[in-house]
């Protein structure tokens, strides 16, 4: 069972408003990532790291910013939230695991992101 | 650029075996995941497959791959309600990110 941990896991927020999403990971994986998902949807890759103070964009085209300051941290912001920015946000990491396919990735539950 | 395609729905009775199907386009990819969402919830690795197997088989799972089609199968025996969610096939490109597919509903009725 992997341990990423995401907060909050629902948030209501009015639109302009700062927000962070929070992604910690205790398995001291070097790789980290960010997907926004629509209901039911397919998931789009918006962020990822490949190690401390290592950001790339990813293959949607997103407004938020990310940092990784720490490699078991790696924390999400928008800086003024709009309803389009409405879905679910899912973190993942990867690295070698012991007995595993090396890279597999790993999700946290998800944080559910409504904007008013 | 890499493709992933899914079919988008499915619908067994609960104790039949279900077939999940995948196709992907990247021959160089060296692993192929299949993961489970359930309703709420973050992405759960059911298994994954290297690409030189045929055939892994885990419990109830039982992943093929077809490396000639670029095909990927995903087989659940006896099928339980529990199983109801959404599958996504994703194959991992070479600079480790992964390249999911639209997800398959399972639907296993009573």
């Known amino acids: 069972e992997a341990d990423i941990y995401q907060t909050p896991r629902y948030l209501v927020i009015g639109t302009g408003k700062k927000i962070t999403l929070e992604c910690s990971q205790t398995?001291?994986?070097?790789?980290m990532y960010w997907y926004q998902q629509d209901p039911g949807m397919e998931l789009h890759l918006i962020h990822y790291?490949?190690?401390?103070?290592?950001?790339e964009k990813g293959d949607l085209s997103s407004e938020s910013t990310v940092s990784r300051i720490r490699t078991e941290h790696f924390p999400l912001t928008l800086e003024s939230a709009r309803p389009s920015h409405t879905s679910q946000y899912l973190c993942?990491?990867?690295?070698?695991?012991?007995?595993?396919?090396?890279?597999?990735?790993?999700f946290g539950p998800g944080t559910r992101l409504l904007v008013l | 650029g890499e493709d992933v395609e899914q079919s988008l729905f499915l619908s067994v009775r609960e104790g039949d075996s279900s077939v999940i199907n995948c196709t992907y386009t990247?021959?160089?990819?060296?692993?192929l995941y299949w993961y489970k969402q359930e309703p709420g919830a973050g992405l759960q690795l059911l298994t994954y497959?290297?690409?030189?197997?045929d055939m892994k088989q885990d419990q109830r799972l039982t992943v093929l791959l077809n490396k000639k089609d670029k095909h990927l199968s995903l087989r659940i025996a006896d099928t339980q309600t529990g199983d109801s969610a959404i599958y996504f096939c994703a194959e991992m490109d070479s600079s480790y990110k992964l390249i999911f597919g639209s997800g398959t509903r399972l639907l296993v009725r009573p």
């Open positions: 790291s490949y190690g401390v103070n290592s950001t």
């Open positions: 497959i290297f690409s030189n197997m």
């Open positions: 990247d021959s160089s990819s060296t692993y």
């Open positions: 398995m001291g994986h070097d790789k």
């Open positions: 993942a990491s990867s690295g070698t695991t012991t007995g595993m396919a090396q890279e597999t990735q790993y």
